[in-house]
Structures are given as C-alpha cells and as structure tokens.
T-cell receptor
Framework: DAGVTQSPTHLIKTRGQQVTLRCSPK?????VSWYQQALGQGPQFIFQYYEEEERQRGNFPDRFSGHQFPNYSSELNVNALLLGDSALYLCASSRSDGKNIQYFGAGTRLSVL | GEDVEQSLFLSVREGDSSVINCTYTDSSSTYLYWYKQEPGAGLQLLTY?????DMKQDQRLTVLLNKKDKHLSLRIADTQTGDSAIYFC????????????FGQGTELSVKP
C-alpha cells in the first residue's frame, strides 16, 4: 500500500514564476492538506481540500491556490513566486472521520532564486 | 491565540530514556499528535492521543497528557542512535478541525 506521494522532489524557480506541486493521498483517504515548512520551523497549514473543495485555509495569500481531483489527488499552485516562498512543501492525507490523523509525504523542496 | 511550544534541543546517551515536552494553548484541543522528521524527509506519525486519555503506550513510546497544565510529553525508552531526529508535537485546531498546529520541533541527539 503506497503512502502519500509527492512530485517533484525538488524544484528550482525564479522570482515571479509560477509553480505546481502534486500529491497523491494514501489509499482510502479522501482529504488532503498542504503545509509549508521553512528551514528550522514547524509546518504551517496552508489549506485543506475535501470533496474537491477548499474546506479550510490558513494565513496564506491568494497567490497560493489548490485543487482536488475526483480521485482525491491534489495540486498546490503558487503564483508570482517570492524569495520567501522557498521552503519544503508537505502534503498530508487523512480520512474524513473527525480524528484528523494526517499522514505526510516526503515533501517537495522549492528553491526560489 | 494558538501556540505550541517545545524546547529546541535534547541530548541523551544510547540506552537512556528521552523525554520530549510540549505545551499547547488551546484547552479545547481534542487530539494531540507526535511526529518524527529525519533530515531531508517528511513527517512520520509516531502516535496520537485523544484528550479524554491521560496516557498512551505504544512499544517504546509513552505519551502523557496533563490537560490541566496543557502539557504533553513523549517518552522514548531505550533510546537508540536511529531515534536521532526532530520531533514535533501538534494539536488539532478546535475551530478549523482540518488544521494541525505544530510546535517548532525538538532536535533529539543520541550519543553512542
């Protein structure tokens, strides 16, 4: 049983560009959450998707958007990249059972130059 | 406000017990979690505890929850060099149930 998978593993972009990160949830999970982890910090919640809709959102600007597909996989899009967007982006999947037990992928390391 | 706090570093000898501490602010939190992160990797769920429990044991791991003091701890028995990593505690946000609020992480160093 594959766990949460993310692609790509690493990405290098320049300021002003746009990026799309992808996530496939663990089998049996229907909810996907995205987090940003800056170096030396804990992960910060970006948003959560359930039934193809953004259900909850953290304190991130509109440049961060997402999508969930009918097969529960998800994308995170970031527009107009800033140097400060350089971070590890983590995807987590869970069941919609109220416990919110989230399983994380290995992450995508984004470097903005 | 929401905040989860942890001490930043802990160093122990191989074979000793490690205790990693965490305090949280939201007394309405229903679930609390411990994750492990090795260098360059994602987060691995170690265990979680529901707020109506005081203690949970899972092999070498023991979680203690003191709701009155909003204090959570993770004890690792017989710590091994492979346990060296960063450990994060997290709480489930009461208002935004999908959101986990993480501490800054405790770096555990296990010396042989």
């Amino acid at each position: 049983d594959a766990g949460v998978t993310q692609s790509p593993t690493h990405l290098i972009k320049t300021r002003g560009q746009q990026v799309t990160l992808r996530c496939s949830p663990k089998s049996g999970h229907d909810t996907v959450s995205w987090y940003q982890q800056a170096l030396g910090q804990g992960p910060q919640f970006i948003f959560q998707y359930y039934e193809e809709e953004e259900r909850q959102r953290g304190n991130f600007p509109d440049r961060f958007s997402g999508h969930q597909f009918p097969n529960y996989s998800s994308e995170l899009n970031v527009n107009a990249l800033l140097l400060g967007d350089s971070a590890l982006y983590l995807c987590a999947s869970s069941r919609s059972d109220g416990k919110n037990i989230q399983y994380f992928g290995a992450g995508t390391r984004l470097s903005v130059l | 406000g929401e905040d989860v706090e942890q001490s930043l570093f802990l160093s122990v000898r191989e074979g000793d017990s490690s205790v990693i501490n965490c305090t949280y602010t939201d007394s309405s939190s229903t679930y609390l979690y411990w994750y492990k992160q090795e260098p360059g990797a994602g987060l691995q769920l170690l265990t979680y505890i529901f707020s109506n429990m005081d203690m949970k044991q899972d092999q070498r791991l023991t979680v203690l929850l003191n709701k009155k003091d909003k204090h959570l701890s993770l004890r690792i028995a017989d710590t091994q060099t492979g346990d060296s990593a960063i450990y994060f505690c997290a709480e489930k946000d009461y208002n935004q149930g999908g959101k986990l609020i993480f501490g800054q992480g405790t770096e555990l160093s296990v010396k042989p």
